[in-house]
DNA sequence: GGCAGCTGTCATACA
DNA sequence: AATGTATGACAGCTG
């Protein structure tokens, strides 16, 4: 008879079960978070589990699910309104028909609310919870709970209680629970590892002195007892622990989250039952939960009230977690977000409406099209087929022999193509473009090829005429110019863009001095070069706009994992919260064999090696957190 | 006049 | 070897 192992978790059960007489579902979906749940909440996965398993941390899913909760957020707006919110179960005028049996509003599970004939009641034993639980419920194929495998409460919970008393739908998230591949006993450490890491402890003079007097009125008759002087070890079990009714008292001691409708169904009270044959409680490892919520060194300075007054334990992480926040904000401005940025993350932070992923803002978005501008193939003029230009943008596919002037280039041309890959307004961004405008006039214009040859002798005013040729000079670059005073019998132009061979061909027509020879091969050559600088200067600066492109896109997939963060954190947070006044609550009803509480200064809740949740001095508790830490330091080395 | 940015050119390496 | 391309460096020009 594995009593050892059950009925430690009786002891949690027990007063779950009292917790729970008005509102079922309530503390045992809490509670069985605190066991099962507790432990994963550092991993994202668990978030779907706890979903799962229908554990309502008086949040839904959507807290977690960014997508989700964004794709969903109208029609939860519309279904709040009639489902998690409206619903009887929530309701305690309701009718007894709606509380019969009512829907999940995360999972839209059907459970019932509320277990009749309980209200009465003050005291109980297990057996007693038991029998009145077969007594309310009709088990079998007509049973209203959702259909499931899980092994019933005789089997999860192994007692003297005989047959199975509890209806197979009862058990049916713990049975989910149980299939899931986590590493209990990892996760559970993981969490202790965090919580104590991050400051966990709780004030818990005040808190635990508060539960233990605030219960002290409760006191429960019971059959059980401890005998208050024996040493508490592993063996000692709630079997020996007399609960105490929590029926006046159980409201005031859960924050108005755990109060929270969204937690449901008395069908969950027995989820918590572990089913060590699936090896969930044997995941666990001999883990003290005291040293999250007590720690040992405790003052006693005991306010009347336990729950509400109870010093918040988590200060500590809600500090972390608005820290976060505000140093976010520091790294946004620090690490070249722009105001405009760190503002918008503000608000993000501050609306809580999750992820704004919208890219317009960013300048970098606009040039999407020219990212392959460089590997652009090359223009449609003849003259580029030889590859002389191997940079070209698209406005530059105009046919060189009509646009482009003895050198092939013009500079309102190449910043056209600047502009055209980017658009005007938003060069502020590119601040080394903003004055682009220069006219170098020592550049060819377009028309002075036309005008490149030697006009005839001048016959008509000769200041006009003078006048037309210093601009014509001026428009022509310097080679032209050596060009036109070698007599150089072609254009530049052709000089520089004719292939190999034609540009050969040419040569061969005419009677060319070594002089004018070799002038035309530097021609050519500073040509060509100087078409590979410009499009070496353009490819240097997509370059630059395709890095601060990728800077823009980096800072905002990092605003958003930072986002992320802190929501997971503010999650994190709440979920230590539930856990930490289930602890305090459960703790705080447990009783020893005079019908006095147990003092948190010497006792604690701790899950046993094989899953049974056991009440140990606190001193062996402390030994062995501190053991576990310095596992968990090991592990992580 | 100084400055920043653009452009052409040269030198050089490389294909 | 000749030719073309790429690029850093420099100087001139312009606003």
Known sequence: ??????????????????????????????????????????????????????????????????????????????????????????????????????????????????????????????????RLLEATFPFGENSEFPAADAPSLTEAVPTESGPSVVPDGLLSP????TELPFDLEQQWQDLMSIMERQGMEINSTAATENLYNSTGRDILATNYSLAPSTPINQNVSLHQASLGSCAQDFPSLFSPEIESPSLSGSAALLQLVPDNSTGFGSTFGST????????????????????????????????????????????????????????????????????????????????????????????????????????????????????EGAVGYQPEYNKFCRMSYQNPSQLHYLPYLEHVGHNH???????????????????????????????????????????????????????INLPVEEFNELLSKYQLSEAQLSLIRDIRRRGKNKMAAQNCRKRKLDTIINLERDVEDLQRDKSKLLREKVEFLRSLRQ????????????????????????SPNQYALQYASDGSMILIPRSLADQQGRRQERKQKDRRK
């Open 1 to 130: 008879m594995g009593w050892e192992t059950s009925t430690p978790l009786l002891l949690l059960l027990t007063p779950i079960w009292f917790l729970n007489r008005t509102e079922p579902g309530v503390l045992a979906l809490t509670l069985k978070f605190l066991m099962a749940g507790a432990e994963k909440f550092l991993d994202i996965d668990l978030i779907d589990i706890l979903w799962r398993q229908d554990i309502d941390l008086g949040a839904g899913r959507e807290i977690f699910d960014y997508s989700h909760r964004q794709k969903e957020n109208d029609v939860d707006k519309e279904a709040s309104n009639g489902q998690e919110r409206g619903d009887g179960w929530r309701s305690r005028e309701g009718n007894a028909v709606d509380r019969a049996l009512l829907v999940d509003g995360e999972t839209g599970e059907s459970f019932p609310t509320q277990v009749p004939g309980v209200e009465d009641q003050t005291a109980l034993s297990l057996e007693e919870c038991l």
């Open 174 to 177: 713990l049975l989910v629970e």
């Open 288 to 403: 003290n939960l005291s040293g999250i919520f007590f720690p040992s060194q405790l003052n006693n300075t005991a306010n009347e009230t336990s729950g509400p007054d109870l010093p918040d334990p988590l200060g500590g992480l809600l500090d972390e977690a608005m820290l976060d926040e505000i140093s976010l904000m520091d790294l946004a401005i620090e690490e070249g977000f722009n105001p405009v940025q760190a503002s918008r993350l503000e608000e993000e932070f501050d609306s809580d409406s999750g992820l704004s992923l919208d890219s317009s803002h960013s300048p970098a978005s606009l040039s999407s099209s020219e990212a392959s501008s460089s590997s652009s193939a090359s223009t449609s003029s003849s003259f580029s087929e030889e590859g002389a230009v191997g940079y070209n943008s698209d406005s530059e596919n105009l046919d060189f022999e009509e646009t």
């Open 441 to 495: 006039t020592y550049n060819m214009a377009p028309r002075t090829l036309e005008t490149d040859e030697p006009e005839p002798a001048s016959t008509g005013k000769k200041s006009a005429k003078e006048k037309q040729a210093d601009f014509l000079d001026k428009q022509m670059s310097r080679d032209e110019h050596r060009a036109r005073a070698m007599k150089i019998p072609f254009p530049n132009e052709k000089i």
């Open 575 to 598: 979920m230590k919260q539930k856990v930490q006044s289930l602890y305090q609550e459960v703790f705080g009803r447990l009783r020893d064999e005079n019908g006095q509480p147990y």
